[in-house]
């Protein structure tokens, strides 16, 4: 396990649901599937496509600050339009890349058009410290003579 491995590992050691919302729904039905499933943001389709995602910061800054109401607002108005995306084989630290660089905490997984999973910040860091656990354990028993698998 390693921070240049592909993310595909990593979406198959998550669980398979994916959660998203079809662009006509209003964001209180987001937000309100966002609190049951304790998400923080949601991809938004049309027509079993990927059109954009609805986060956490769209609601507060579009929607709150804004003057809007949850119940009025669909969340094709004030969602985030034509995501990053990335592949299977993009790899962890790829991921973490275009996650600072780019400022967002969630990133679809596209493959051959359609949307095949969605990664969070807290899945790249929960993968990171795996890794770096296991490198720890290797060396650990490197050093002490232990037999390495």
């Not at 304790?38 to 986060?55: E, S, Y």
């Not at 949850?70 to 995306?85: A, C, K, L, N, Y």
Request: glycine fraction near 10%; include cysteine; charged fraction near 20%.
């Amino acid at each position: 396990m390693q921070n240049s491995d592909s993310i595909g590992g990593l979406l198959r050691d998550k669980a398979p649901a994916i959660h998203s919302i079809p662009i006509t729904a209003t964001v209180l039905e987001a937000i309100s599937l966002m609190a049951g499933r304790n998400i923080g943001a949601l991809p938004v389709m049309r027509g079993g496509q990927l059109a954009g995602m609805f986060t956490e910061r769209d609601y507060t800054r579009k929607v709150v600050l804004m003057g809007r109401t949850s119940r009025d607002t669909q969340v094709g108005e004030i969602m985030t339009h034509d995501p990053i995306t990335v592949g299977r084989d993009t790899t962890v630290n790829e991921c973490m890349e275009i996650m600072t660089e780019e400022r967002v905490r969630h990133l679809p997984v596209v493959e051959d058009g359609e949307l095949i999973g969605i990664l969070s910040i807290g899945d790249l860091v929960k993968w990171i410290i795996s890794a770096q656990t296991a490198t720890i354990e290797h060396l650990t028993r490197y050093v002490f003579g232990e037999q390495i698998n």
